[in-house]
Structures are given as structure tokens and as C-alpha cells.
């Protein structure tokens, strides 16, 4: 085994693609994953100057330790896990969706002009126009990164990603121009919704959760007991394999990216609707990013979405506790999530693949 | 089956949490440890809360240990008011960082302090106002303080402000005896229709005719209340155009620095900033806020201030404290500059004078002539004839 001279040159290792791990080996390295991230936040801590295991303790009272603390932890997680929703549908399709963010921006836009144009509707009409405005929005803004790509081939990755920021700076346009608050003494924002535009709470949050769920189950359904769900999936494995089945494969790109859109706007409704009551540049804040995590880290089941989110908002939530609590900055936090996603996401890496030392017989065979 | 680990994988992260929380949380704060139920100690009495039971909320635009500007000055307020009371350091709590163009940001902070138990929050900043009045509406029991807005409702949600514009009539007498070019600049956070601002510029130039009939006051508009790169990037341009003293109504020493970096003068604003440009910075405006904030608390411990019953709106000037002039810069300021801001101050703190007094006309730079009376701020949309505008 050593010591011998080589004749060949190799690297010290390479990588290869595992093949089958045993579901213990699998748990072993997630569990090991999850341990880790802890340990590493926790140094992080302990080098600015904080005991690490009552800041961890800090993180999950803060997010559960009263009422409106477990209530504003749920918020935390619908616009997450209605974006992740979204984004799973393109996914499966193989078809990278990195827009949720714009996406959700375009849902809140379409929702908010009926929120601050009709605020006097009926109350119920005026949230189901809103919820189909911003179904619309979204979806729209989806549909024209598809019709790119279906057209002209264009890059689905870039695109989508450049019509987040065209969406944000449409809200920046929005505030600062025609939808000013004339009321505002020139501060640049959108009027507060009227009480009417507002969703209902429902055991002390916002309705958007009975929404969450219900996209929870539909899009559960959809993907495994439609037709339309299983033709995204036989696009995603091999679009060549699609079209020899007579599937219409632009069609379902384009179908799907819509539907895609229309959850994240949907997001966008509950977002100004339920939480804001009102349109502002912080409407997103980055959720439709958090979403592609989380849908990856789910590998895009419906179910594990919802679980995931909500631990996503035990962590948002417990971290906001963190910071009054310990006088941390909030960039202490963000540093502290971005070290945990660090791990459980480099756990998938050493799921698929496995290093392989000089001289030993790897899995190329 | 990989779904089922990764489920096994969401719920061991939840439980390894769990575990970790489980072992400390009788060790980790008593802060939050007392704070279950919010607001209960508000509700029953009707009268003053014993000072022990006091819980003070803040939320902050950036963060304090910038060490200049606004927030820092808030911030010094806030700690001035927890030692003149006596309040312990878990009696409060602080919210950094809220951005006031994200409405969820605004909305998380104010609910959380609310989750802490607080009986007043101190919202310090201009776009935290519609959340305010929303929230108290839904939460009466507690008291929402806002800062530097105009809304209120009597019950529970106060404004509180001052007579900034007497410190900066006084800081345009040095600027106007300072400055070579006649020509001096202003960085402004906001337009001509925003009144707090305007007002304030309107008083500046005001002092500044008054030592200096010649000189004209150019204003740069950033939009923003806290912009570090903006705010400098407009002194710089105001420099640039040949102005050699540059004031300033926006959050950072930004402008201050800039006037440094290109050997001219400044007026700064919130702080004392010729700490941040001693080379430049002849005075600043300053706010002490904890005249405010002392009054604030001391009225709710003395049940003067009731939630749900009685708050009142706070509009305080150079006589109580609220707003002052910080100590010149004696290696900088133009002879003579000292005499005359003490003459004029005596007058304004003895009440014998003000600048704006609601019976002086003044003249505007589109030839009307308009009264202002001081605490009617919000409503100056004009400026003053040696205001210009800059692109």
C-alpha cells in the first residue's frame, strides 16, 4: 500500500459520485451536519464575546416564549414557505426559477393598486381580487422569463434573477413617483392600505396561513396525482424523452412558470395584505431567495416546505430576540443562519459524492 | 425514503435546538424571563407604574455605536434618561438597525418590544409613524412615542419634537460670519415639501442673513434620512460649486467629513460632530433627547400619562434643554461670531425673541410673504429669498 513508485501521476483524491448510501449513513451525515453548524455558530459566538448555549436557548424562547412571539414566528413563515411552493413547481421542471423574489414583488404591485385605488369594495371582493391581481402579477412576471426562454433560448437564470431587481426598483419607482403618500410631508412611501384591504386574523395571524396551508395540499396534489404534474416531471428528467411522448413540452414550460409566478405573488398578496398594509422596498426582504434554500433543502416536497420554513422563522424570529437581548448587531445573526445553512447544505454535497484518496479504488468503476 | 431523512433532519435540528434551550433558559435572561404576559402591570391601575416595573422600548433607524449622528444621539438620550431615573439595564430594550422603508422591518420591531412588555416605545424615527398609530390601536395599554411626525391621538400615541430651528438660526450666524466664497451649502434629507426640513433651512439662511446680507445658501436633497455615501457625495458636489461652509440636515458626518477632505467649514448636525471633523466643524445642532425621555418616563411613573387615557404631545426648545448649540470651535470660527450667538441666544432662551414667531412676515424666494409660527414647523413649504435650490 505505501511506499511503492508510481508511475502514473494522480491527485491526492478526486470526487466521485456516490452511488447508493444506506439510509443510516445518510441520517449519520445530516445528524453530523446539524451537530457541526451548531458547534461552529457556537465559536462564532463565543469569539464576540456570548456564552453560545444560552444564545441558542435566547433563539428558541424568543421565538415561542409568549403568544405573540409563536404568532409572529408563524408569519415569518408564509411568505418562506409560499415562495419555496412556487419555486419547487419550476424546479421540478429543471427550470431555474431564481425570480420568487421578483415574482413576489409583482404579486404585492398588482395587489397593492386595488388596496390603495378601491379600498371601499366589499371587504371580501376586494381580498379575492387582490389574491387573483397578485396570482396575475406574479405569474405574468414568471411567464415573460419563459416565453424568453422558449422563444429565443435565453438563460432562464439570468433572466429571472435581473427581473428581481427590475421589480424592486418598479417599488422605488412607485414610492417616489405616481403612488406617493401626499400625506407624507415628501418622505418617500406608499400610503398605509385601508383597515378593508387588510387580511383577517385568524387565531391571532393573518389568514395567509390557512393560504399557505391550502397551496401546501394543492400543489402536493398537483405535482403527484395530475397529469400536468407528471408531465413537469417527465420535462425536468429529459425533454427530448417528453416530446417522444407527445408531451407538449413549450407548453408545459410555459403553463408552469406561470403557475410558478402566481404562488410567489401570491406571497406578495399576504406580505402587504396581512403583514405590511402597506408597499415598501423591504416587501420581499429577501424571502424569494430564503425559498430557493429551502426548497432545495426539502428536496421540493410540499410537506417538508412547510416543516422547513417554520424552522427557517424560529430561527428569524429567535435571532431578532438575540439581537435586543444580547445588544448583538443584526449582522451577528445573518452570520449565524448563513453558518447553519453552510453545513446542512454542504451535508448534501457528502450525501451524493465521496472523496476518494491516491491509490486506493474508487467508484469510476 | 430520502424524504423521510429529511424530515428526520428538520425535526433533529428542532430537537438539538430544543436541547440547547432547554438546559439555559432559566440562566439566560431575566429580561425576558419577567416579560410572559405583556402589558398586564399597564392595564389595571389607572394610575402611575412603579419604576421597577417600568419597561422602556426603543427602536433605533441605524445603530447608535456608529458613535455620531442620529440614532448615536437618541441613544445618549435614552442612557441620560435610564440614569437620571435610575433604571436597571434590563428595563430595556432596543431594536438597532430598522430600516424605515421596509414596513415589515418597522412591524417586527414594534411587536417584539410589545412581546417584551414594554409600557413605552420610543419610535425615534420619522418613517415608523403609520405603524405606530396602527399599533396602537391595537395594543392601548401601551404607549407609542413617535418622534419628529405629526400624528398623535391622546390616548396613547404621542409626538415629540422641538425647536431645532433656534440652534440652527445660531448656527447660520457662524456660518455666515465664516464663510469667503459667500456661498454656503446645506445637505437636506428631504425637499421643499417637507416642513421639518425646509423650516430648518429656512432658519439657518435666516441667521445667516443676518450677519451676512450677501451670502446665499444652496440646498442638495438626498432623500433619505440615512444615507452615508449620499450625504457626502451632496457636500461634495456643494463644494464643488464653490460653497465653503457646508450645514447639514440629514443623519451622518458625512457632509462634515467631506468639508474636511476639501479644507472647508461645516455646521454639523444631531451630535457634537467636530468630533468627527475637528478641522472643519465650526458648531452642530444638537438635540439632548433625554430632557424628553427623562419626562416621558417620569410621567408615566407619576400616572401623568396613562395608556388608553392620557398622553400628550411634547414640543420642547433651547429653554428646556431639548435643543442646543454644541461649544464653538474656537480655533475655527470667524471674530466675533461668539458675542453675537450668545446676544441672540439670551434672547430666544429669555422668550424676549423667537425666529419664528407667528406675527414676523417673512419673505420668500418667489417674492410671497409668509408667518410661521414655530410649532406649526410642517407646514413651510417655502423657502427664504437666499435659499437656491441645487439640481
Redesign the interface.
Known amino acids: 500500500m505505501t511506499g511503492t513508485v508510481k508511475t502514473t501521476k494522480e491527485p491526492l483524491f478526486h470526487v466521485v459520485k456516490h452511488a447508493e448510501r444506506s439510509g443510516r449513513q445518510m441520517i449519520g451525515f445530516r445528524l453530523l451536519a446539524v451537530a457541526l453548524s451548531i458547534v461552529a455558530g457556537g465559536l462564532f459566538i463565543l469569539a464576540i464575546g456570548h456564552n453560545p448555549i444560552a444564545v441558542y436557548g435566547t433563539i428558541l424562547e424568543g421565538a415561542f416564549r409568549s403568544k405573540i412571539a409563536i404568532q409572529s414566528t408563524v408569519k415569518f413563515a408564509i411568505p418562506l414557505c409560499i415562495c419555496a411552493l412556487g419555486v419547487t413547481l419550476a424546479f421540478k421542471m429543471k427550470f431555474w426559477n431564481i425570480g420568487g423574489e421578483g415574482q413576489l414583488i409583482m404579486g404585492a404591485v398588482f395587489a397593492s393598486y386595488f388596496a390603495l385605488n378601491f379600498p371601499h369594495w366589499n371587504h371580501w371582493v376586494l381580498l379575492l381580487v387582490m389574491l387573483v391581481a397578485g396570482a396575475l402579477g406574479g405569474g405574468l412576471w414568471g411567464l415573460l422569463a419563459a416565453a424568453f426562454k422558449v422563444k429565443w433560448g435565453t438563460n432562464e437564470t439570468l433572466l429571472t434573477l435581473m427581473l428581481n431587481y427590475i421589480a424592486l426598483h418598479l417599488v422605488s419607482y412607485l414610492q417616489a413617483g405616481p403612488w406617493r403618500d401626499p400625506e407624507a410631508n415628501g418622505f418617500s412611501k406608499i400610503a398605509r392600505f385601508d383597515k378593508n384591504a387588510g387580511m383577517d386574523k385568524v387565531l391571532g395571524v393573518h389568514f395567509g396561513w390557512i393560504i399557505m396551508l391550502v397551496l401546501v395540499a394543492l400543489v402536493w396534489i398537483y405535482l403527484k396525482r395530475s397529469k400536468q404534474g407528471y408531465e413537469i416531471s417527465v420535462v425536468g428528467e429529459s425533454q427530448d424523452t417528453a416530446r417522444y411522448a407527445g408531451i407538449h413540452v413549450k407548453k408545459v414550460v410555459l403553463r408552469t412558470m406561470f403557475l410558478s409566478g402566481a404562488i410567489a405573488g401570491i406571497a406578495g398578496v399576504c406580505q402587504v395584505s396581512g403583514s405590511d398594509m402597506t408597499l415598501s422596498m423591504g416587501v420581499a426582504g429577501g424571502v424569494g431567495f430564503t425559498a430557493i434554500i429551502v426548497a432545495w433543502l426539502c428536496q421540493l416536497n410540499p410537506g417538508m416546505i412547510l416543516v422547513v420554513s417554520l424552522l427557517f422563522s424560529i430561527l428569524e424570529k429567535g435571532s431578532s430576540v438575540v439581537q435586543s437581548t444580547y445588544g448583538l448587531s443584526s449582522d451577528c445573526a445573518d452570520v449565524l443562519q448563513g453558518i447553519i445553512l453552510f453545513f446542512i447544505l454542504g451535508s448534501e454535497f457528502f450525501v451524493r459524492y465521496a472523496f476518494v484518496g491516491r491509490g486506493k479504488k474508487g467508484g469510476a468503476k | 425514503?430520502?424524504?423521510i431523512?429529511?424530515?428526520?433532519?428538520?425535526a433533529?435540528?428542532?430537537v438539538?435546538?430544543?436541547a440547547?434551550?432547554?438546559?439555559?433558559?432559566s440562566?439566560?435572561?431575566a429580561?425576558?424571563a419577567a416579560?410572559?404576559?405583556?402589558a398586564a402591570s399597564a392595564e389595571a391601575t389607572g394610575a402611575g407604574i412603579p419604576k421597577e416595573d417600568i419597561k422602556v422600548g426603543v427602536v433605533h433607524l441605524s445603530?447608535p455605536?456608529e458613535g455620531t449622528g442620529y440614532s448615536y444621539t437618541h441613544e445618549q438620550g435614552i442612557q441620560g434618561m435610564m440614569k437620571n431615573i435610575g433604571l436597571s439595564e434590563d428595563q430595556l430594550?432596543?431594536?438597532?438597525?430598522v430600516?424605515d422603508?421596509?414596513?415589515?422591518?418597522v412591524?417586527?420591531?414594534l411587536?417584539?418590544l410589545?412581546?417584551?412588555g414594554c409600557n413605552i416605545i420610543f419610535a425615534t424615527s420619522?418613517?415608523y409613524m403609520?405603524?405606530c398609530e396602527?399599533m396602537a390601536e391595537e395594543y392601548p395599554d401601551i404607549i407609542f412615542s413617535h418622534g419628529t411626525g405629526?400624528k398623535s391621538n391622546g390616548t396613547n400615541f404621542n409626538n415629540y419634537f422641538g425647536r431645532i430651528y433656534q440652534a440652527r438660526y445660531l448656527s447660520g450666524i457662524a456660518a455666515g460670519l465664516k464663510t469667503e466664497s459667500d456661498k454656503i451649502g446645506y445637505v437636506a434629507a428631504?425637499?421643499?415639501?417637507?416642513?421639518?426640513?425646509t423650516s430648518g433651512i429656512n432658519a439657518f439662511a435666516m441667521g445667516v442673513a443676518s450677519v451676512n446680507p450677501d451670502a446665499q445658501v444652496y440646498v442638495k436633497v438626498t432623500?433619505s434620512w440615512f444615507d452615508p455615501e449620499g450625504e457626502k457625495q451632496a457636500a461634495e458636489a456643494l463644494i464643488a460649486s464653490g460653497c465653503d461652509v457646508i450645514g447639514q440636515h440629514c443623519d451622518t458626518a458625512g457632509p462634515q467629513l467631506a468639508a474636511e477632505e476639501h479644507g472647508v467649514w461645516g455646521v454639523g448636525y444631531n451630535s457634537d460632530m467636530s468630533k468627527d471633523a475637528p478641522a472643519a466643524t465650526l458648531t452642530s445642532v444638537m438635540w439632548d433627547w433625554s430632557v424628553y425621555y427623562t419626562q416621558a418616563v417620569q410621567n408615566v411613573i407619576d400616572g401623568t400619562w396613562v395608556a388608553g387615557e392620557k398622553v400628550d404631545n411634547y414640543f420642547g426648545d433651547m429653554a428646556d434643554g431639548l435643543v442646543t448649540l454644541a461649544d464653538l470651535n474656537t480655533d475655527l470660527i470667524a471674530e466675533g461670531t461668539a458675542e453675537k450667538i450668545d446676544e441672540v441666544k439670551a434672547q430666544i432662551v429669555s422668550g424676549e425673541w423667537d425666529v419664528f414667531d407667528g406675527k414676523t412676515e417673512i419673505k420668500d424666494n418667489e417674492g410671497n410673504t409668509h408667518t410661521l409660527e414655530g410649532a406649526d414647523y410642517?407646514s413651510c413649504n417655502w423657502y427664504v429669498e437666499n435659499v437656491h435650490e441645487q439640481a
Open positions: 425514503m430520502k424524504k431523512l429529511s424530515l428526520a433532519l428538520a433533529v435540528m428542532a438539538s435546538l430544543a440547547c434551550g432547554g438546559s439555559t433558559a440562566g439566560s435572561t429580561s425576558t416579560s410572559g404576559s405583556t445603530d455605536a430594550v432596543e431594536k438597532i438597525n430600516s422603508t421596509d414596513a415589515a422591518a412591524q417586527n420591531a411587536t417584539e410589545v412581546e417584551e420619522w418613517g403609520d405603524t396602527a405629526y428631504m425637499g421643499k415639501d417637507n416642513g421639518e426640513v432623500n410642517g
